[in-house]
């Protein structure tokens, strides 16, 4: 069975431009998470999606947004891009509204320059 | 609020001694917890949950957590290490207060001595 899917895997973006990140939950989940994990910290946590619909939200600026679709993939938008903005961005899906169990993907790193 | 505090940013043990990672939590109502471990260039791996079950969790790979309300903690522990099992190591806690949302630790990078 497919894990979570994240794609693509490296990126290298210029100060003020706008990235888009994919994520494929697996097969039957119908919830993901996104995080930034910045260089020797722990991940942190920016959207929660479930059913389409955006479940819980953290302390990120609105450049960042997010949506689910019908099959359950979801993107991450970040417009404007920061320096501050590289980091590795994690997508967790579950089956569960509560997360009681996050299956994580490998991860797209993000660089700013 | 909730937050999540991991006792020591660098971990260093022998190959077979116990392990012993520390994490303690606040959380205004009961709360999920995690340990998961993440190994260079890798995403989280779940090592092991409390969802208010019992309050001794097992885990994978021969690690295990205790829950402990009265002092907020959560720590995790290994009998005997392992070389494999040097990585870093994240405590989180997971709540919903309307919002859902989950908390990760700043992490704890365990290193085992040959």
């Known amino acids: 069975d497919a894990g979570v899917t994240q794609s693509p895997t490296h990126l290298i973006k210029t100060r003020g431009q706008h990235v888009t990140l994919r994520c494929s939950p697996i097969s039957g989940h119908k919830s993901v998470s996104w995080y930034q994990q910045v260089l020797g910290q722990g991940p942190q946590f920016i959207f929660q999606y479930y059913e389409k619909e955006e479940r819980g939200r953290g302390n990120f600026p609105d450049r960042f947004s997010a949506r689910q679709f019908p099959n359950y993939s979801s993107e991450l938008n970040v417009n404007a891009l920061l320096l501050g903005d590289s980091a590795l961005y994690l997508c967790?899906?579950?089956?569960?509204?509560?997360?009681?169990?996050?299956?994580f993907g490998q991860g797209t790193r993000l660089t700013v320059v | 609020a909730q937050s999540v505090t991991q006792l020591g940013s660098h971990v260093s043990v022998s190959e077979g001694a116990l392990v012993l990672l520390r994490c303690n939590y606040s959380?205004?109502?009961?709360?999920?917890l995690f340990w998961y471990v993440q190994y260079p260039n890798q995403g989280l791996q779940l090592l092991l949950k409390y969802t208010s079950a019992a309050t001794l969790v097992k885990g994978i790979n021969g690690f295990e957590a205790e829950f402990k309300k009265s002092e907020t903690s959560f720590h995790l522990t290994k009998p005997s290490a392992h070389m494999s099992d040097a990585a870093e190591y994240f405590c989180?806690?997971?709540?919903?207060?309307?919002?859902?949302?989950?908390?990760f630790g700043a992490g704890t990078r365990l290193f085992v001595k040959a």
């Open positions: 989180a806690v997971s709540v919903n207060t309307g919002g859902f949302k989950t908390i």
């Open positions: 959380s205004s109502v009961p709360p999920y």
């Open positions: 967790a899906s579950s089956s569960e509204r509560l997360n009681t169990e996050a299956f």
